[in-house]
Protein backbone atom coordinates (compact mmCIF):
# COMPACT_ATOMS: atom_id res chain seq x y z
CA UNK A 1 0.00 0.00 0.00
CA UNK A 2 1.32 3.13 -0.77
CA UNK A 3 2.15 5.94 1.58
CA UNK A 4 -0.07 8.73 0.58
CA UNK A 5 -2.78 11.16 1.86
CA UNK A 6 -5.87 9.72 -0.01
CA UNK A 7 -9.05 12.10 0.74
CA UNK A 8 -12.25 9.22 1.69
CA UNK A 9 -14.86 12.01 1.06
CA UNK A 10 -13.50 12.31 -2.49
CA UNK A 11 -10.85 9.59 -3.22
CA UNK A 12 -8.44 12.14 -4.23
CA UNK A 13 -4.69 11.55 -3.33
CA UNK A 14 -3.82 14.61 -2.14
CA UNK A 15 0.10 13.65 -1.19
CA UNK A 16 2.29 11.00 -1.20
CA UNK A 17 5.41 10.03 0.53
CA UNK A 18 8.71 7.85 -0.22
CA UNK A 19 8.98 5.12 2.38
CA UNK A 20 12.66 5.75 3.82
CA UNK A 21 15.19 3.34 2.55
CA UNK A 22 17.68 0.90 4.62
CA UNK A 23 20.10 3.33 5.20
CA UNK A 24 17.12 6.08 7.02
CA UNK A 25 15.97 3.36 8.96
CA UNK A 26 19.36 2.41 10.24
CA UNK A 27 19.99 6.08 11.06
CA UNK A 28 16.66 6.32 13.39
CA UNK A 29 17.39 2.85 14.92
CA UNK A 30 20.86 4.39 15.87
CA UNK A 31 19.22 7.49 16.63
CA UNK A 32 16.45 5.94 19.09
CA UNK A 33 19.30 3.71 20.74
CA UNK A 34 21.32 6.98 21.29
CA UNK A 35 18.17 8.57 22.94
CA UNK A 36 17.26 6.20 25.32
CA UNK A 37 20.82 6.00 27.23
CA UNK A 38 20.54 9.28 28.65
CA UNK A 39 16.92 9.73 28.91
CA UNK A 40 15.96 6.92 30.63
CA UNK A 41 18.13 8.89 33.78
CA UNK A 42 15.92 11.87 33.33
CA UNK A 43 14.01 12.79 36.21
CA UNK A 44 10.11 12.24 36.68
CA UNK A 45 9.63 16.20 37.05
CA UNK A 46 11.35 16.74 33.25
CA UNK A 47 9.70 14.12 31.93
CA UNK A 48 6.28 15.32 33.04
CA UNK A 49 7.34 18.97 32.43
CA UNK A 50 8.43 17.70 28.91
CA UNK A 51 5.01 16.08 28.31
CA UNK A 52 2.84 19.23 30.02
CA UNK A 53 4.68 21.11 26.93
CA UNK A 54 3.60 18.52 24.34
CA UNK A 55 -0.01 18.97 26.17
CA UNK A 56 0.13 22.66 25.09
CA UNK A 57 1.43 22.73 21.81
CA UNK A 58 -1.64 20.44 21.08
CA UNK A 59 -3.79 22.55 22.99
CA UNK A 60 -3.15 25.11 20.82
CA UNK A 61 -3.18 23.36 17.51
CA UNK A 62 -6.09 21.54 18.07
CA UNK A 63 -7.90 23.24 15.27
CA UNK A 64 -5.05 22.22 12.54
CA UNK A 65 -4.31 18.76 13.70
CA UNK A 66 -8.59 17.62 13.85
CA UNK A 67 -8.56 18.95 9.91
CA UNK A 68 -5.18 16.80 9.10
CA UNK A 69 -6.88 14.01 10.94
CA UNK A 70 -10.23 14.35 8.92
CA UNK A 71 -8.84 15.02 5.56
CA UNK A 72 -6.96 11.66 5.89
CA UNK A 73 -9.59 9.39 7.28
CA UNK A 74 -13.15 10.57 7.31
CA UNK A 75 -13.62 11.02 10.93
CA UNK A 76 -16.16 14.49 11.27
CA UNK A 77 -14.43 17.70 11.95
CA UNK A 78 -16.55 17.69 15.66
CA UNK A 79 -14.82 13.97 16.51
CA UNK A 80 -11.43 14.96 15.36
CA UNK A 81 -11.62 17.85 17.50
CA UNK A 82 -12.60 15.84 20.62
CA UNK A 83 -9.61 13.55 20.23
CA UNK A 84 -7.24 16.09 19.99
CA UNK A 85 -9.05 17.37 23.12
CA UNK A 86 -8.82 13.63 24.86
CA UNK A 87 -4.61 13.36 23.48
CA UNK A 88 -3.85 16.61 25.96
CA UNK A 89 -6.17 15.62 28.86
CA UNK A 90 -4.19 11.93 28.63
CA UNK A 91 -0.56 13.25 28.47
CA UNK A 92 -1.59 15.65 31.63
CA UNK A 93 -2.72 12.58 33.62
CA UNK A 94 0.35 10.62 32.80
CA UNK A 95 2.35 13.79 33.68
CA UNK A 96 0.64 14.33 36.59
CA UNK A 97 0.42 10.31 38.06
CA UNK A 98 3.30 8.35 36.38
CA UNK A 99 5.59 9.53 38.98
CA UNK A 100 2.89 7.90 42.16
CA UNK A 101 2.27 4.85 38.95
CA UNK A 102 6.34 4.25 38.93
CA UNK A 103 7.25 4.67 42.83
CA UNK A 104 9.37 2.27 44.44
CA UNK A 105 7.37 -0.50 46.49
CA UNK A 106 7.96 -2.65 49.36
CA UNK A 107 7.39 -5.96 48.77
CA UNK A 108 4.81 -6.64 51.84
CA UNK A 109 5.78 -10.55 52.11
CA UNK A 110 9.32 -10.00 53.34
CA UNK A 111 9.61 -11.54 56.96
CA UNK A 112 10.76 -8.74 58.97
CA UNK A 113 11.80 -10.67 61.81
CA UNK A 114 13.68 -12.91 59.74
CA UNK A 115 15.32 -10.45 57.78
CA UNK A 116 18.13 -9.88 59.77
CA UNK A 117 17.72 -6.46 58.50
CA UNK A 118 17.88 -7.27 54.92
CA UNK A 119 15.23 -5.18 52.80
CA UNK A 120 14.15 -5.56 49.33
CA UNK A 121 12.53 -2.97 46.29
CA UNK A 122 10.47 -3.22 43.41
CA UNK A 123 11.32 -0.52 41.28
CA UNK A 124 9.71 0.25 37.80
CA UNK A 125 12.93 0.93 34.73
CA UNK A 126 12.19 1.40 31.27
CA UNK A 127 13.10 -1.33 28.87
CA UNK A 128 14.06 0.74 25.59
CA UNK A 129 13.08 1.18 22.57
CA UNK A 130 9.53 0.55 21.52
CA UNK A 131 7.90 0.00 18.58
CA UNK A 132 4.51 1.16 17.87
CA UNK A 133 2.33 -0.07 15.31
CA UNK A 134 -0.96 2.01 15.18
CA UNK A 135 -3.99 1.92 13.14
CA UNK A 136 -5.48 4.81 10.91
CA UNK A 137 -8.75 5.13 12.43
CA UNK A 138 -8.03 7.33 16.11
CA UNK A 139 -4.81 8.52 14.53
CA UNK A 140 -3.86 10.29 17.44
CA UNK A 141 -5.40 8.71 20.13
CA UNK A 142 -4.24 5.45 19.43
CA UNK A 143 -0.66 6.87 19.27
CA UNK A 144 -0.97 9.53 22.22
CA UNK A 145 -2.16 6.61 24.88
CA UNK A 146 0.96 4.47 23.87
CA UNK A 147 3.60 7.24 23.94
CA UNK A 148 2.27 9.15 26.75
CA UNK A 149 3.24 6.26 29.80
CA UNK A 150 6.21 5.07 27.65
CA UNK A 151 7.71 8.39 27.66
CA UNK A 152 6.80 9.07 31.55
CA UNK A 153 8.35 5.48 32.06
CA UNK A 154 11.53 6.89 30.60
CA UNK A 155 11.64 4.34 26.63
CA UNK A 156 11.89 6.11 23.58
CA UNK A 157 9.21 5.64 21.00
CA UNK A 158 9.20 4.56 16.61
CA UNK A 159 6.32 4.91 15.19
CA UNK A 160 4.91 3.24 12.18
CA UNK A 161 1.62 4.47 11.63
CA UNK A 162 -1.20 3.65 9.10
CA UNK A 163 0.30 4.52 5.79
CA UNK A 164 -3.27 6.22 5.03
CA UNK A 165 -2.61 8.94 7.70
CA UNK A 166 1.54 9.91 6.87
CA UNK A 167 0.88 13.65 8.02
CA UNK A 168 -0.60 12.63 11.46
CA UNK A 169 2.37 10.96 11.79
CA UNK A 170 4.79 13.24 10.99
CA UNK A 171 2.78 16.21 12.86
CA UNK A 172 3.30 13.68 16.15
CA UNK A 173 7.02 13.40 15.67
CA UNK A 174 6.96 17.05 15.06
CA UNK A 175 4.94 17.73 18.10
CA UNK A 176 7.29 16.04 20.67
CA UNK A 177 10.12 17.95 19.07
CA UNK A 178 8.78 20.93 19.51
CA UNK A 179 8.10 19.61 23.50
CA UNK A 180 11.60 20.21 24.21
CA UNK A 181 12.08 15.94 23.65
CA UNK A 182 16.12 15.20 22.92
CA UNK A 183 16.27 13.79 19.50
CA UNK A 184 15.61 10.75 19.10
CA UNK A 185 13.25 10.08 21.77
CA UNK A 186 9.88 9.89 19.35
CA UNK A 187 10.43 9.24 15.49
CA UNK A 188 8.54 8.25 13.02
CA UNK A 189 8.97 5.66 10.25
CA UNK A 190 7.58 5.67 7.19
CA UNK A 191 7.71 2.03 6.21
CA UNK A 192 5.50 -0.07 4.83
CA UNK A 193 4.06 -3.35 6.39
CA UNK A 194 7.26 -5.12 5.03
CA UNK A 195 9.70 -3.38 6.98
CA UNK A 196 8.17 -4.22 10.27
CA UNK A 197 9.55 -7.38 10.54
CA UNK A 198 13.20 -6.96 10.04
CA UNK A 199 12.89 -3.57 12.93
CA UNK A 200 11.04 -5.48 15.09
CA UNK A 201 14.05 -8.39 15.19
CA UNK A 202 16.61 -6.00 15.36
CA UNK A 203 18.01 -6.40 18.98
CA UNK A 204 17.90 -2.64 19.96
CA UNK A 205 14.25 -2.56 20.04
CA UNK A 206 12.95 -3.67 23.27
CA UNK A 207 9.33 -4.61 22.55
CA UNK A 208 6.27 -3.35 20.50
CA UNK A 209 2.59 -2.62 20.56
CA UNK A 210 0.09 -3.02 17.80
CA UNK A 211 -3.30 -2.13 17.89
CA UNK A 212 -4.87 -3.55 14.59
CA UNK A 213 -6.16 -6.72 12.76
CA UNK A 214 -5.98 -10.04 13.53
CA UNK A 215 -3.48 -11.23 10.65
CA UNK A 216 -1.40 -8.47 11.82
CA UNK A 217 -1.08 -9.14 15.35
CA UNK A 218 -0.21 -12.86 14.66
CA UNK A 219 2.43 -11.50 12.40
CA UNK A 220 3.71 -9.65 15.19
CA UNK A 221 3.45 -11.96 17.92
CA UNK A 222 4.66 -14.72 15.91
CA UNK A 223 7.67 -12.52 15.10
CA UNK A 224 8.58 -11.29 18.82
CA UNK A 225 7.64 -14.67 20.01
CA UNK A 226 10.60 -15.73 18.20
CA UNK A 227 13.30 -13.26 19.40
CA UNK A 228 11.41 -13.04 22.91
CA UNK A 229 10.53 -9.91 23.21
CA UNK A 230 7.37 -8.16 24.96
CA UNK A 231 4.42 -6.95 22.94
CA UNK A 232 1.02 -5.66 23.74
CA UNK A 233 -2.18 -6.32 21.28
CA UNK A 234 -5.17 -5.05 20.72
CA UNK A 235 -7.09 -6.57 18.17
CA UNK A 236 -10.33 -5.17 17.72
CA UNK A 237 -13.73 -6.58 18.98
CA UNK A 238 -17.33 -7.09 18.23
CA UNK A 239 -18.66 -5.48 21.17
CA UNK A 240 -22.48 -6.94 22.79
CA UNK A 241 -24.52 -4.16 23.83
CA UNK A 242 -27.06 -5.89 25.80
CA UNK A 243 -30.64 -4.49 26.98
CA UNK A 244 -32.70 -5.52 29.21
CA UNK A 245 -36.74 -5.01 30.17
CA UNK A 246 -35.49 -2.81 33.36
CA UNK A 247 -33.83 -0.20 30.91
CA UNK A 248 -34.42 2.90 30.30
CA UNK A 249 -34.88 2.68 26.16
CA UNK A 250 -34.95 6.37 25.36
CA UNK A 251 -31.33 6.18 26.83
CA UNK A 252 -30.40 3.33 25.36
CA UNK A 253 -31.20 3.85 22.10
CA UNK A 254 -29.67 7.02 22.27
CA UNK A 255 -26.68 5.71 23.68
CA UNK A 256 -26.73 3.08 20.98
CA UNK A 257 -26.80 5.22 17.86
CA UNK A 258 -23.74 6.79 19.23
CA UNK A 259 -21.95 3.66 20.05
CA UNK A 260 -22.14 2.33 16.90
CA UNK A 261 -21.40 5.19 14.57
CA UNK A 262 -18.89 7.05 16.49
CA UNK A 263 -15.70 7.49 14.06
CA UNK A 264 -18.26 6.36 11.30
CA UNK A 265 -18.72 2.75 12.51
CA UNK A 266 -14.68 2.64 12.69
CA UNK A 267 -14.12 1.66 16.26
CA UNK A 268 -12.82 -1.31 17.97
CA UNK A 269 -15.09 -0.54 21.33
CA UNK A 270 -18.07 0.46 19.03
CA UNK A 271 -21.29 -1.30 19.77
CA UNK A 272 -21.66 -3.63 16.86
CA UNK A 273 -24.70 -6.65 18.69
CA UNK A 274 -27.63 -5.21 19.80
CA UNK A 275 -28.82 -8.32 21.49
CA UNK A 276 -32.08 -7.23 23.50
CA UNK A 277 -34.29 -8.72 25.43
CA UNK A 278 -37.79 -9.21 23.75
CA UNK A 279 -40.08 -7.57 25.96
CA UNK A 280 -38.88 -4.65 24.79
CA UNK A 281 -37.15 -5.64 21.25
CA UNK A 282 -39.63 -4.52 19.23
CA UNK A 283 -39.94 -0.94 20.59
CA UNK A 284 -35.98 -0.56 20.75
CA UNK A 285 -35.80 -1.83 17.44
CA UNK A 286 -38.46 0.61 16.05
CA UNK A 287 -37.19 3.84 17.69
CA UNK A 288 -33.26 2.36 16.81
CA UNK A 289 -34.36 2.10 13.88
CA UNK A 290 -35.96 5.63 13.28
CA UNK A 291 -32.76 6.98 14.94
CA UNK A 292 -30.24 5.27 12.49
CA UNK A 293 -31.99 6.44 9.49
CA UNK A 294 -32.43 9.57 10.45
CA UNK A 295 -28.50 10.73 10.93
CA UNK A 296 -27.12 12.81 8.00
CA UNK A 297 -24.66 10.74 6.06
CA UNK A 298 -22.17 13.77 4.55
CA UNK A 299 -18.72 15.97 4.51
CA UNK A 300 -17.07 15.27 7.42
CA UNK A 301 -16.38 18.54 7.52
CA UNK A 302 -19.66 19.88 7.53
CA UNK A 303 -20.43 20.41 11.35
CA UNK A 304 -24.03 18.92 10.26
CA UNK A 305 -22.75 15.89 9.63
CA UNK A 306 -23.18 12.66 11.62
CA UNK A 307 -21.60 9.59 9.66
CA UNK A 308 -18.46 10.33 7.60
CA UNK A 309 -16.98 8.27 4.67
CA UNK A 310 -15.17 5.36 5.59
CA UNK A 311 -11.45 5.44 5.60
CA UNK A 312 -10.86 3.51 2.10
CA UNK A 313 -12.53 1.99 -0.50
CA UNK A 314 -11.19 -0.98 0.47
CA UNK A 315 -12.82 -0.80 3.66
CA UNK A 316 -16.37 -0.16 2.48
CA UNK A 317 -15.96 -2.82 0.06
CA UNK A 318 -15.16 -5.19 3.09
CA UNK A 319 -17.86 -3.64 4.56
CA UNK A 320 -20.35 -4.38 1.81
CA UNK A 321 -19.54 -7.57 1.28
CA UNK A 322 -20.58 -8.74 4.65
CA UNK A 323 -23.89 -7.09 4.56
CA UNK A 324 -24.42 -8.72 0.81
CA UNK A 325 -23.38 -12.45 2.28
CA UNK A 326 -26.01 -11.57 4.83
CA UNK A 327 -28.77 -10.65 3.04
CA UNK A 328 -28.37 -13.53 0.48
CA UNK A 329 -28.57 -15.98 3.40
CA UNK A 330 -31.98 -14.65 4.90
CA UNK A 331 -30.95 -11.58 6.74
CA UNK A 332 -33.41 -8.74 7.40
CA UNK A 333 -32.27 -4.96 6.26
CA UNK A 334 -34.44 -2.31 8.82
CA UNK A 335 -32.54 0.48 7.14
CA UNK A 336 -29.82 1.27 4.90
CA UNK A 337 -27.87 -1.68 3.60
CA UNK A 338 -25.91 0.09 0.39
CA UNK A 339 -24.25 3.14 -0.09
CA UNK A 340 -26.33 6.72 0.03
CA UNK A 341 -28.07 8.13 -2.69
CA UNK A 342 -26.37 10.69 -4.26
CA UNK A 343 -23.10 10.07 -3.12
CA UNK A 344 -21.33 9.09 -6.48
CA UNK A 345 -17.82 10.17 -4.90
CA UNK A 346 -15.91 9.27 -1.21
CA UNK A 347 -16.48 5.80 0.11
CA UNK A 348 -19.60 6.36 2.37
CA UNK A 349 -21.98 4.23 3.52
CA UNK A 350 -25.51 3.99 4.91
CA UNK A 351 -26.13 3.45 8.26
CA UNK A 352 -27.25 0.00 8.69
CA UNK A 353 -29.66 -2.46 11.25
CA UNK A 354 -29.82 -5.90 10.23
CA UNK A 355 -31.84 -8.72 11.99
CA UNK A 356 -32.58 -12.39 12.20
CA UNK A 357 -28.44 -13.02 11.77
CA UNK A 358 -27.76 -16.18 12.17
CA UNK A 359 -24.93 -18.29 12.83
CA UNK A 360 -24.17 -19.45 9.37
CA UNK A 361 -23.77 -15.81 7.91
CA UNK A 362 -20.14 -14.04 8.56
CA UNK A 363 -21.37 -10.92 10.45
CA UNK A 364 -22.31 -13.81 13.22
CA UNK A 365 -18.85 -13.72 13.36
CA UNK A 366 -16.94 -11.39 12.01
CA UNK A 367 -16.39 -7.65 13.08
CA UNK A 368 -18.00 -5.18 10.86
CA UNK A 369 -15.94 -2.23 10.70
CA UNK A 370 -18.55 0.68 9.85
CA UNK A 371 -21.90 2.14 10.31
CA UNK A 372 -23.72 -1.51 10.87
CA UNK A 373 -25.84 -2.91 13.83
CA UNK A 374 -26.57 -6.41 14.00
CA UNK A 375 -29.56 -6.81 15.88
CA UNK A 376 -30.60 -9.98 18.02
CA UNK A 377 -33.99 -11.16 19.68
CA UNK A 378 -33.29 -12.89 22.90
CA UNK A 379 -35.76 -14.86 25.54
CA UNK A 380 -33.75 -13.97 28.79
CA UNK A 381 -30.34 -13.32 30.61
CA UNK A 382 -29.08 -16.74 30.33
CA UNK A 383 -29.27 -16.62 26.58
CA UNK A 384 -28.58 -12.93 26.42
CA UNK A 385 -24.85 -13.98 28.00
CA UNK A 386 -24.38 -16.78 26.02
CA UNK A 387 -25.11 -14.85 22.45
CA UNK A 388 -22.89 -12.32 23.91
CA UNK A 389 -20.09 -14.39 24.40
CA UNK A 390 -20.35 -16.30 21.09
CA UNK A 391 -17.36 -14.98 19.35
CA UNK A 392 -14.23 -14.66 19.03
CA UNK A 393 -13.73 -11.71 20.19
CA UNK A 394 -13.55 -9.95 23.74
CA UNK A 395 -12.90 -6.64 24.50
CA UNK A 396 -15.85 -4.52 25.73
CA UNK A 397 -19.58 -4.37 26.34
CA UNK A 398 -22.56 -2.55 27.06
CA UNK A 399 -25.21 -3.89 29.33
CA UNK A 400 -28.40 -2.04 29.96
CA UNK A 401 -30.62 -2.65 33.42
CA UNK A 402 -31.28 -1.42 36.37
CA UNK A 403 -31.26 -4.49 38.19
CA UNK A 404 -28.53 -5.42 40.85
CA UNK A 405 -28.98 -8.97 40.37
CA UNK A 406 -28.42 -9.02 36.33
CA UNK A 407 -25.49 -6.46 36.62
CA UNK A 408 -23.95 -8.59 38.88
CA UNK A 409 -24.46 -11.54 36.88
CA UNK A 410 -23.34 -9.69 33.85
CA UNK A 411 -19.96 -8.67 35.72
CA UNK A 412 -19.42 -12.07 36.46
CA UNK A 413 -19.69 -13.64 33.60
CA UNK A 414 -19.11 -11.32 30.15
CA UNK A 415 -15.93 -12.17 28.52
CA UNK A 416 -14.83 -9.34 28.06
CA UNK A 417 -12.10 -6.49 28.93
CA UNK A 418 -14.67 -3.87 30.20
CA UNK A 419 -18.56 -3.70 30.90
CA UNK A 420 -20.01 -0.72 30.69
CA UNK A 421 -23.37 -0.20 32.24
CA UNK A 422 -26.14 1.82 31.44
CA UNK A 423 -23.46 4.15 29.19
CA UNK A 424 -21.12 3.46 26.64
CA UNK A 425 -17.68 1.70 26.26
CA UNK A 426 -15.37 4.58 26.64
CA UNK A 427 -11.03 4.71 27.11
CA UNK A 428 -10.08 6.77 29.82
CA UNK A 429 -6.25 7.40 31.00
CA UNK A 430 -7.46 5.97 34.29
CA UNK A 431 -9.01 2.93 33.61
CA UNK A 432 -6.92 -0.47 32.05
CA UNK A 433 -8.19 -0.66 28.37
CA UNK A 434 -7.20 -4.73 26.86
CA UNK A 435 -8.98 -7.44 25.82
CA UNK A 436 -9.29 -11.32 25.98
CA UNK A 437 -9.72 -14.19 23.63
CA UNK A 438 -8.98 -12.86 20.19
CA UNK A 439 -9.40 -9.21 20.84
CA UNK A 440 -5.58 -9.40 22.07
CA UNK A 441 -3.50 -9.06 25.34
CA UNK A 442 -1.96 -6.91 27.78
CA UNK A 443 -3.54 -3.08 28.55
CA UNK A 444 -3.02 0.18 27.79
CA UNK A 445 -3.74 3.33 29.94
CA UNK A 446 -3.82 3.41 33.78
CA UNK A 447 -1.08 2.40 35.77
CA UNK A 448 -1.51 -1.26 34.30
CA UNK A 449 -0.53 -0.06 30.92
CA UNK A 450 2.39 2.23 32.03
CA UNK A 451 3.94 -0.76 33.65
CA UNK A 452 3.73 -3.05 30.37
CA UNK A 453 6.86 -1.53 28.87
CA UNK A 454 8.97 -1.87 32.05
CA UNK A 455 11.48 -3.81 34.07
CA UNK A 456 9.92 -4.61 37.21
CA UNK A 457 13.21 -5.38 39.13
CA UNK A 458 13.87 -6.64 42.13
CA UNK A 459 16.63 -4.93 43.96
CA UNK A 460 17.87 -6.56 47.21
CA UNK A 461 19.74 -5.06 49.94
CA UNK A 462 21.49 -7.98 52.38
CA UNK A 463 21.94 -7.06 56.08
CA UNK A 464 24.94 -4.76 57.25
CA UNK A 465 27.97 -6.73 58.42
CA UNK A 466 28.28 -6.64 61.77
Known amino acids: MPIATVNPTTGETLKAFDPLGAEEIEERLERAQAAFRDYRTTSFSRRSELLRAAADLLEQ ?61 VRYRPLGPVLAIMPWNFPLWQVVRF ?82 KKTVLELGGSDPYLVMPSADLDQAVRTGVKARVQNNGQSCIAAKRFIVH ?13 AMSALTVGDPMDEDTDVGPLSSEQGRRSLEELVDEARGRGATVLCGGDRPEGR ?37 LDEAVRLANDTPFGL ?16 RDLEAGGIYFNGMT ?27 FCNVTTIWHGAPTP
Open 344 to 380: TEGWFYAPTVLADITPEMRIYHEEAFGPVAALYRVAD
Open 61 to 121: DQEDAAGTMTLEMGKTLGAARAEAAKCVKAMRWYAANAPELLADEQPAALDVEDSGGAHAT
Open 147 to 228: AAPALMAGNVGLLKHASIVPQTALYLEDLFRRAGYPGGCFQTLLIGSDAVADILRDPRVAAATLTGSEPAGRAVASIAGDVI
Open 426 to 452: ASHPGFPFGGVKRSGYGRELSGHGIRE
Open 396 to 411: SSNVWTRDAAEQERCA
Open 278 to 290: TDVYDAFAHRFVQ
